[in-house]
């Protein structure tokens, strides 16, 4: 499956209604800074999907937290880990 915008909704509202209040999603990833002029390695990330699959791309925490709020997460936390890589969080409760 590409990795587009519209495959991440509906994969965020999977998550929403398969975990309960005590689990929660995290993903690691090379995430693209909001400005999109930081984290090099991500930004080259999205350019390759983009070349390979015609419609794929990199996120960025903003793009992240959009669709967990759409999919009825109440928080989210986005916080570098070493290197280019980030971990993205979304919690059902705040």
Same mark, same amino acid.
């Given at each position: ?34 400005? *999109? %002029?930081?984290? #090099?390695?991500g $930004? ?6 983009? /070349? ?21 997460f *109440? %928080?989210?936390? #986005?916080?570098? $880990? ?6 993205? /969080? ?5």
């Amino acid at each position: 499956m590409p990795n587009t915008e519209a495959t991440h909704e509906p994969i965020m509202q999977s998550a929403f209604a398969f975990w309960n209040a005590k689990t929660l999603p995290i993903a690691i990833e090379p995430l693209i800074d909001d400005a *999109r %002029r930081e984290n #090099v390695f991500g $930004l080259l990330m999205s350019l390759n999907m983009l /070349i390979e699959t015609g419609g794929g791309f990199d996120y960025t925490g903003a793009d992240f937290r959009g669709w967990c709020q759409e999919a009825g997460f *109440r %928080r989210f936390e #986005v916080l570098h $880990l070493a290197g280019p890589a980030s971990s993205a /969080i979304a919690y059902k409760q705040a």
